[in-house]
């Protein structure tokens, strides 16, 4: 029986941008976003292999132990899957663009004010000069040192990193990705994968008033209702640090149609 191939990698302290990227493709094969399932299980499996020097490690009940106590470290909330800001705590890369992002950027809010920041144009997209110029400067604020030959190969790793569609451009959920997973307010909303027809029967739903935007008060009862159908209770300094962060997007307190598809849509309509 063919010997399975050795995981990429596992073996060093620091990884660069590209070999950590490689080590993503590697485990999440189905393409998902998520290590998860089978893929989660050979990751570990194959992490305590290389790690510890030793040989195959088969599934027991103690491996299992081990995978619970590895799970409670990184999987920070709680949903029993790595998703790539996780893994950037397990497998760090020698540039992080990870951590230097989180010692710049730590907060939802600060997300929101360096994304309005970046998107020069305001396209709804950080397209591929505006990533440069924000790598850029979150290395220079990390005193990392770089020549523009090393900056545009870390542009477009982070662009295959992030890029989901495959555009050549991050949009605000993608880009959202760099955040916490505590702090991505975005994952509220990611899982309604909503298509064209039902994100317009939304918006006219909560534009009561039929005025062609969703002011404070229509936006409150968006919140209210996404709560009440994820079953969570309603934290009023979470709904209320959420719509402040939603309401930035828009233009002095009316959230347009083109501000909503960017919070409610993983992509573009």
């Known amino acids: 029986m063919a010997e399975r191939q050795l995981p990429p990698y596992l073996n060093l302290a620091e990884l660069t941008a590209s070999q950590f990227l490689e080590v993503w493709k590697h485990y999440d094969a189905d393409g998902n976003g998520y290590i998860e399932g089978k893929e989660l299980e050979n990751f570990i499996r194959e992490l305590q292999r290389v790690r510890r020097g030793a040989g195959i490690i088969f599934v027991s009940h103690k491996q299992e132990i081990h995978m619970k106590e590895f799970m409670e470290k990184y999987d920070k909330n709680a949903d029993g899957r790595i998703e790539m800001a996780e893994l950037a705590q397990i497998l760090p890369t020698e540039e992080n663009f990870l951590l230097c992002f989180r010692q710049c950027v730590r907060s939802s809010g600060e997300f929101m004010e360096t994304w309005r920041k970046y998107d020069a144009d305001c396209s ?10 924000f790598l850029a400067d979150l290395l220079k604020k990390a005193n990392k040192h770089y020549d523009d030959k090393k900056l545009q190969e870390y542009t477009q790793t982070i662009l295959k990193m992030f890029d989901a569609n495959g555009d050549g451009k991050l949009g605000l959920s993608e880009m959202a990705r760099l955040l916490p997973v505590h702090e991505n307010f975005l ?40 709560y009440e159908r994820n079953k969570k209770e309603m934290d009023i300094k979470k709904v209320t640090a959420y719509k402040k962060n939603i309401l930035s997007l828009s233009h002095g307190g009316k959230l347009y149609r083109r501000e909503l598809e960017m919070i409610l849509c993983t992509e573009p309509l």
Request: proline fraction near 0%.
């Open 124 to 133: 709804g997209y950080i397209e591929a000069n505006e990533l440069k110029n």
């Open 187 to 226: 994952l509220r909303f990611q899982g309604m994968k909503l298509n064209a027809e039902e994100f317009n029967a939304i918006f006219t739903f909560y534009d009561r008033d039929g005025n062609g935007y969703i002011d404070s008060h229509e936006l409150d009862a968006l919140l209210r209702d996404l």
